[in-house]
């Protein structure tokens, strides 16, 4: 074995020597993986194309989903900062004071409802233990002329990095969800 260069010690060379091989070999496997067509780094989701229905009397575009297993339909609402569901598909014990929302003002839905937790499924999206606002439908049911169990807000589109409604195709694109801790 060949003396090491002055200043070196034989265990600084081992070490050198290892480092280069490891470095190599970290090399050789990135370039495998490159021309085998292996993605090196991580790639976005694939995006979830959800199919949306136009009320025929607003226009509104209405989406089908699941509250805790139950079918629903939504109305797709981005003014809404809180996905809204009817009351009859969450278990709603006597709210306390502090869960009680009333909304007298503004220009959308107004009443009395209470946030609770439900799972939201929309297409092959799963919406776990969410905390979501309650309230009596009927009066928009029976103004829409149609079943209607509830508004898809803000809060559940926020969860994603880019939202498309295409309204030529009637979808609603969801890609690259967020990811956060669950909501309080």
Same mark, same amino acid.
């Given at each position: 074995?060949?003396?090491?260069?002055?200043?070196?010690?034989?265990?600084?060379?081992?070490?050198?020597?290892?480092?280069l091989?490891?470095?190599?070999?970290?090399?050789?496997a @990135? +370039?495998? &993986?490159?021309?085998? *067509?292996? =993605?090196?780094?991580?790639?976005?989701? /694939?995006?979830?194309?959800?199919?949306?229905?136009?009320?025929?009397?607003?226009?509104?575009? @209405? +989406?089908? &989903?699941?509250?805790? *297993?139950? =079918?629903?339909?939504?109305?797709?609402? /981005?003014?809404?900062?809180?996905?809204?569901?009817?009351?009859r598909?969450?278990?709603?014990?006597?709210?306390?004071?502090?869960?009680?929302?009333?909304?007298?003002?503004?220009?959308?839905?107004?009443?009395?409802?209470?946030?609770?937790?439900?799972?939201?499924?929309?297409?092959?999206?799963?919406?776990?233990?969410?905390?979501?606002?309650?309230?009596?439908?009927?009066?928009?049911?029976?103004?829409?002329?149609?079943?209607?169990?509830?508004?898809?807000?803000?809060?559940?589109?926020?969860?994603?990095?880019?939202?498309?409604?295409?309204?030529?195709?009637?979808?609603?694109?969801?890609s690259?969800?967020?990811?956060?801790?669950?909501?309080?």
């Amino acid at each position: 074995m060949a003396e090491p260069p002055e200043g070196f010690t034989e265990s600084t060379a081992v070490r050198n020597s290892v480092a280069l091989k490891t470095a190599c070999r970290y090399t050789v496997a @990135l +370039v495998l &993986a490159v021309t085998m *067509g292996f =993605p090196v780094s991580p790639q976005p989701s /694939t995006p979830a194309e959800i199919p949306l229905r136009v009320s025929h009397v607003f226009g509104f575009m @209405l +989406v089908a &989903a699941e509250f805790n *297993g139950k =079918p629903a339909v939504l109305i797709l609402d /981005t003014g809404s900062n809180h996905t809204i569901v009817s009351s009859r598909f969450v278990d709603v014990a006597t709210p306390s004071l502090k869960d009680t929302v009333n909304n007298k003002k503004g220009s959308g839905l107004s009443g009395t409802g209470v946030f609770t937790r439900a799972s939201l499924k929309i297409g092959p999206l799963l919406w776990r233990d969410h905390r979501i606002l309650a309230m009596d439908m009927k009066e928009m049911s029976k103004s829409f002329g149609e079943n209607i169990d509830g508004l898809l807000g803000m809060d559940f589109l926020q969860e994603f990095e880019r939202v498309v409604v295409d309204l030529r195709q009637h979808k609603l694109i969801l890609s690259d969800p967020v990811l956060r801790p669950p909501s309080t």
